[in-house]
């Protein structure tokens, strides 16, 4: 800009300023357009941003003039250095950055990557961070092998994992998810299929082998025994059905052990049993018992008069696995009927100490395999002790040859509880398991209201009747003997070689089964050909068996008919007819004098004894003797002589 003054300008034809203006300078910091472009300190950069310093030290400043008005300066003071340290910062404003840093670790080993990727390699200061210093490798496609091929983080996440599946079958089912399985390289069902049980009959696959409700368990069988019989020799829970319209239960049979056929009858845990009848109870179905029952069940009852029985256990050594601690077989006793009887108190077993003891029967010791015949004393005092009383008590016990109460509790073989006290091959077990099994002594079948066996085994001709038989071996019981297993027929087959011709009287008699020895004088003529009231169990294994009837349930008593007649008695010719007769009694006259025992003739009729004599009969056997009367009283009734008369009560 230059000073002047304003004139007319005759050829612009106006007013200007005559002043020249100077040339334009060179542009500075001086608060001045030097360079005359209009603008004021227009140097490049004045007022930008502008930094001092390096690393942790650096500051930020702007732009300004410097001294000489041309060079520009930075306004930022930079920072004081501190200590380096690994963080990727230049701590000590140097200009280089972590320089000298090592882990503190002090170069630990470290790896590098996942999965299959992984390397080793040692801890370093790495992009200001303690790093490994390890190069991961290179991933694979992901294989079937429990290791991450494809270095992803997941572990055999192959094609076909993580769907729906199912293991096992049956009642083993369980559903999860596919996975690969290491072991076999190969995409599984990663579930775990339940253990198998015993198979039941209950629609499902319980033993899980693809097959529901297979033979024997919807067969029904009367016992374990029935089942073994049949061809079923494997250990399990069975349906029995005692008897036709019984109910049915199922029951843990053992097949094996000492011949097999053992129906579980007892079974409790954390006491011993008590010798009481029971019905069925839950703990029947296994041999490891929660303890919900403690009594003997009576089902099998109905099936024998004697029976082997078995009794085991478990102390706490072995709660739940085999083999028993204590193993004992006895065999062809009446014990079993004996602990059914009712309650404790009714239910008594070798009690007394030791007085009227059942006989010894034949034991094992199933575990040393030692074996004692019948008979054969127990060791101590000579009998067995099972408990003090015929009483509701806590006694109940066996031993194999020691006395049971009061004796050794420590030689292995006790069993059940004395004086309060748990045994099971020791005293005072704590906690275990107690079993009792049964099996039919006999070859019992179920017919209707009879429990029927084949008659026993005789070694040379005895004096017995079939019934006598059947007592003496089967026990002393309402028996009727039979030539079909299927009809009570009463009639008996005579000791001869498969004679079929020699039967006890027709049916429609109902002859008694009271027989004499062929050794006893001549066969009675019961008014058949061929027929005789001499008989014996055993036809030597003929084609001619006699069976043993056991009445187990009331029979319906249809009195005889007035004026039927009959030739029962010890002497030939001698004949009956009955006066009167009554559900409990009945009036009978003999025809004839003669030698006279009215026992057997009341006896064939279905009544029980004798009751009366001669003249206490009344009228009613004066018309029916046709007018002949006896009113003689008593007197000694076998040498009576006229007509006879008596009287039956059941």
Known sequence: AAQGHTRCDPDAAQVVCDAVPAPPG??????????????IDNLPGLGDACTAGVGACQRVGERRCG?????????????PAGVETCNGVDDDCDGRTDEGQAPPQGGEPCLAGVGACRRQGTLACLDGAIRCDATPGLPTLERCNGDDDDCDGVVDELPGTGLPCVA???ACARVGLTACDPATARVECAAVAAPPTPERC??????????????????????CRAARDAGFVTDGVYRLQPGPGLAVYEVWCDQQRDGGGWTLVASTADRPLVDARSGWYADLTTLAPAGNGAAVWDGLRALDARFDVRFACRDQQAPHGDPFVVDLSMYDTPWYTEWTTGSDADSCFSEGNGAGADPPPARRNNRSGAYLPAG?????????????????SEDFTVDFNDRGLDGNGSDGTDWGEADGVAKCGRAGVRSGQWFIFAREAGRLLRQGQFAVSDGPSWDGHRSLSCAAACDATLGDADWACSTSANVPNRRAFLDGWGDANTFCGPASEGAPERFAAPSEGALYDCGAPGCSYSAYVDDHGCDRINHCWRRVAALAFAPPAVGSTGTVGRLAGDSWRVCAAGQNTAWIAADRAGTYDPSDTCEALGYGEVDAWGGHCGQVCGQCAGGVRYDGVGGDADRLTGTVHWRCRR
Request: overall charge negative; aromatic content about 6%; hydrophobic content about 30%.
């Open 26 to 39: 060179v542009e500075r910091c001086d608060g001045r357009d030097d360079d005359c472009d209009g603008v």
């Open 67 to 79: 001294a000489n008005g041309i060079a520009l300066i930075c306004s930022a003071v930079p920072g």
């Open 168 to 170: 096992g079958q049956g």
């Open 202 to 223: 209950n629609g499902v696959d319980d033993d899980c082998d693809g097959v529901i409700d297979p033979a024997p368990v919807c067969q029904r069988f009367a016992s």
């Open 376 to 392: 054969q004393p127990w060791a101590t005092s000579g009998y067995l002790e099972g408990e003090d009383f015929c009483s509701a």
